[in-house]
């Protein structure tokens, strides 16, 4: 069974959850036993306490149906998108929209450079975002990721980019963890940029 596969059985995401409060649990108690989610689950628990909107899809048409259906949910249709990744213009041509630099989009469509289980949060270097700081995209985010992409910290993110820069290492890397654009703020989450944002995830695996 595929990693996100069994994550769509009612049954087995009830359990996945009562697991994963009583691994946050074990986290304040040492005299608890250590319990470990696997990766692609940890993520997915806590992209979604983030706030984020998660669409698992198996093959590129379910990509294109639910990227279809975002269109219509918010209306975006015949509206500018930010992106600045050519191939993603060319895969997501057919659905009237004008494709630019302009911040003022509608919306900021983008790939990442991996997916963060341990926090739940997207990792973006200026490949995806150039010299923007993350105040000045679109309030509305899309981003399109495969399965592959899910790594358990920062640092192995940061190492994959480090692996895969032929010596030149991305500026500008950041993390989009803020998904909750009504939550109250608190002191932590204080200056952080909230984005509503969609992730559509397409097994690779």
């Excluded at 004008?98 to 270097?125: D, P, Q, W």
């Excluded at 980019?161 to 290492?169: D, E, H, L, V």
Aim: hydrophobic content about 35%.
């Amino acid at each position: 069974m595929s990693l996100f596969k069994r994550l769509l059985n009612p049954n087995y995401k009830k359990k996945s959850d009562e697991k994963a409060k009583e691994a946050q649990k074990a986290e304040h108690s040492s005299y608890y036993p250590e319990q470990k989610l696997p990766i692609d689950e940890k993520f997915t628990y806590n992209f979604k306490s983030n706030g984020g909107k998660f669409i698992y899809c198996e093959n590129w048409e379910e990509i294109l149906e639910a990227f279809d259906n975002i269109m219509l949910e918010n209306d975006w249709y015949e509206k500018e998108v930010f992106c600045i990744n050519e191939k993603l213009c060319n895969r997501f041509q057919g659905f009237n929209l004008s494709f630019g630099r302009k911040t003022e989009a509608s919306f900021f469509l983008s790939g990442c450079e991996s997916l963060v289980a341990n926090n739940g949060s997207i990792l973006l270097s200026s490949n995806q975002i150039k010299e923007k700081k993350l105040k000045e995209l679109p309030q509305n985010v899309i981003i399109f990721a495969t399965a592959s992409q899910i790594v358990d910290t920062i640092s192995e993110g940061l190492r994959i980019i480090k692996n895969n820069s032929s010596g030149y290492i991305p500026s500008n890397i950041t993390t989009i963890q803020d998904f909750e654009t009504e939550k109250e703020k608190d002191f932590m989450s204080y200056g952080s940029s909230t984005k509503n944002l969609y992730l559509l995830l397409l097994e690779d695996l």
